[in-house]
């Protein structure tokens, strides 16, 4: 068994890089060993099959394996999973339900995603899910029609455990979510976390920060220990991270960050000839910090996975790394980030300032108009800015000017200067973002003049 | 009668220009000389009176003449007409209800807005209107109230047209927009227009395009004749652009635009010593052609006048110019513009090119996700962005992209590079900036390999 390019993965990333190299040169011979027996689906899309915003699993695919192999005209192989890779004879070793064997690859593409961290609780089994993918979404509705809980617990608030949240309140389900940090959502700003936390209060949810769950009991119900404290529930989400699918590669040659991720440059190369690596399983450049991260988001698998799929057969395009962009919501609350926390730009060196504006999404007189929150973190002397946290309704509009300031190294006096379109129903007659602006100007503007009294 | 700032008018601009100017030097002695009874009202608020997304013309007002003099500690003068200047003498000449008589200033601000063009139609009283201030907005309110018109004729397709028609359409009054030119809002790309146009479709509303109004007779209803045929109707509103209030200037030597506009440097200086400008009658620089242009605008005009106000007094800021801005909509059917359209591109001598995108403002599979219409136009061999539209739903997200890289001198690979934050709720995985970048460089690319086979 033999081919031009084996892709290992089939969600986004391994679709994704599979896809692009067929399309630059359709004489190649690729396969795709996947070892889930499904491929292709959008998981962040999961959590909203629990909102009833996405009808089923099934509307998450976006080819079956037969589909792919037909209109992409790639080899499918499902539930085959890589065991080991020879380098050296550039061999890929593969289980699948009957048999090991080898294959053969000219050129190689790692893009085996990653899987949930799940911590050794005394239990595992019915009742205790973690969201990965359709299969565990299929599970937890099962569950709940089977047993119809009254309660559930979600362990880890995170943007995933904040998504799946609001599926468990929608379906009526008293919720409890333990956080072992002071807050939600990861490297949330605080001034933000204090407007969206206030703002996602819910009678049928309950949270309790600090809090880190030692052990899970099944008797009746689901006790799960923490702390003093003892919280009896009916179910349980996991969902405290993830980690690169890479135990096959361990003791291999290639080059991992700390977690296991494969360390890739900008051209998805590994330090290993003719091997590429993409999505949730690879490490990304930062573009502000220019450190290898591990940040496993969809959008950057799809990114990654067409740039490792052109250039793994000759192609040169290279990817300029992330900021972190993320933007999520509870109900209708919403959370946007980008580039670096305060806190972040600080421990990385920068000389960083920041102000908080809180205004509002549309005209003050608009009909439906709603507060703002926003905070820019920016670098003293040059003003440039570098992340920029927002909470409220319709932020998309916000932190996308941020997303493409940071990416031509824009500064408060860039953002000041924008002819950004306004109409009252879009937006107040200055914007949050030019409000930020002129505000970090002005502090920094009387902090230098401070300066010079000293 | 002597002031150190005299600003004239007292809207966006006015307000914008003395009360930074005063925040500046609380010391100083300003006036607004403002020729209508009322200040400081958001314009763009208009139309949505009428949709009732505005609960009144009282909710537009920011400030009274009152408020403002005790709040900014600014002189203001209503029912004051400018009607000369002497430059040389430093002499406004000010009509107000009981006389006529001159102030003296050591800065001059000229900040008089515009009004509507009113063409002689051989009618003009109750019936019909003109939509610029407050007043305009309630005598059609009332007028409406009184007479319970079942339809209407909108006069001119551009964006305040369109907003004006929504209103009408709001109230169930059967509307005949007339228009002189092949489609509505201005310099809309013909792809973005036929999507736009095939949305806003609605059975209380009929577009006449290439008609020009000849004449209007009062009889019963109003008779507009429009070349060989005549509509009838019950009541009129004429929204066909905006002249500056600068008659008062036509024969002094301050510089003007051919249509009037006071002509400023991006210090908001004219030609004269001492005397700036700034808002709807004044010039503003384009970015990307670096003309001077009208483009009378809310936003434009409160940041001119705020630059105005401050470097009136002493200080030294810039406006970087506009990009012609735009957001609007019809229900909820948006669309937004910045930069060039294909056709100035060309025009201004730019080697453009361009491409069209259909994609979608949410996940395929996310509940209410709809389609978004993009055109990205770009300079050839550079891949420098100088415009883009759309038309579609939740467009703010997307426009202020451009809007930033445009600032930036950003690239077709700049755009595709970004960082954009996804979440299923907000966007598909590859929102439609990143196609129309992708798309627009394999176009690009595609056409210079066939280059370089000639």
């Known amino acids: 068994m033999k081919f031009d390019l084996i892709v290992l993965g089939g969600v986004a990333a391994g679709t994704s890089a599979a896809a692009a190299a067929k399309r630059e040169n359709t004489n190649l011979k690729i396969a795709i060993f996947q070892k889930e027996p499904f491929i ?6 999961l959590p909203y099959v629990l909102t009833e915003d996405v009808k089923s699993t099934d509307s998450l695919f976006a080819f079956t394996p037969e589909k792919f192999k037909l209109e992409k005209g790639v080899e499918v192989f499902i539930n085959h999973e890589a065991l080991s890779v020879d ?40 009742g205790i899910y973690y969201v990965r993918n359709p299969e565990d979404i299929n599970e937890i509705e099962i569950y709940i029609k089977k047993y119809n809980p009254q309660n ?56 309790k920060f600090n809090s880190f769950v030692k052990k899970i009991n099944k008797n009746e119900k689901f006790e799960i220990l923490i702390d003093d404290e003892i919280v009896e529930t009916e179910m349980i989400i996991v969902s405290i991270g993830v980690k690169p699918n890479t135990n096959f590669l361990k003791n291999s040659k290639i080059e991992l960050l700390k977690n296991g991720a494969v360390k890739v440059d900008e051209f998805m190369r590994t330090n290993i000839k003719d091997v590429y690596s993409a999505g949730d399983c690879a490490s990304v450049k930062h573009f502000i910090t220019k450190e290898d991260v591990y940040i496993p988001l969809g959008t950057t698998a799809n990114k990654q996975g067409k740039i490792a799929g052109k250039n793994s057969i000759g192609k040169n395009e290279s990817f300029s790394g992330v900021v972190g962009s993320l933007i999520t919501k509870f109900d209708d609350i919403e959370y946007a980030k980008t580039g670096l926390s305060y806190k972040e730009a600080i421990s990385k060196g920068f000389d960083a300032d920041f102000v908080v504006i809180k205004s509002r999404n549309r005209a003050g007189y608009y009909n439906g108009n709603s507060r703002i929150i926003m905070k820019l973190i920016f670098e003293k002397v040059t003003g440039r800015i570098l992340g920029a946290q927002y909470s409220g309704k319709e932020l998309l509009g916000r932190i996308n000017v941020i997303v493409s300031l940071i990416y031509k190294n824009g500064t408060i006096y860039d953002l000041n200067n924008l002819d950004l379109p306004y109409s009252p129903p879009f937006s107040p007659v200055w914007d949050i973002n030019l409000l930020a602006a002129s505000n970090a100007i002005k502090k920094w503007r009387e902090e230098l003049s401070s300066l010079h009294f000293l």
């Open 40 to 45: 292709s689906y959008g998981g962040c899309g």
């Open 152 to 207: 559930a617990v979600v362990i880890g608030g995170g943007f995933i455990g904040v998504e799946i949240l609001e599926g468990l309140v929608h379906k009526k389900i008293h919720t409890t979510l333990i956080e072992g940090s002071s807050n939600l959502l990861g490297d949330i700003e605080p001034e933000i976390h204090e407007y969206f936390y206030e703002n996602m209060k819910n009678e049928m949810l309950e949270v």
């Open 87 to 126: 380098f050296d004879k550039k061999l890929v070793q593969i289980k699948n339900d009957n048999n090991i064997f080898f294959a053969e690859y000219d050129k190689l593409i790692i893009a085996t995603g990653a899987s949930p961290i799940k911590p050794d609780f005394g239990y595992s089994g019915e």
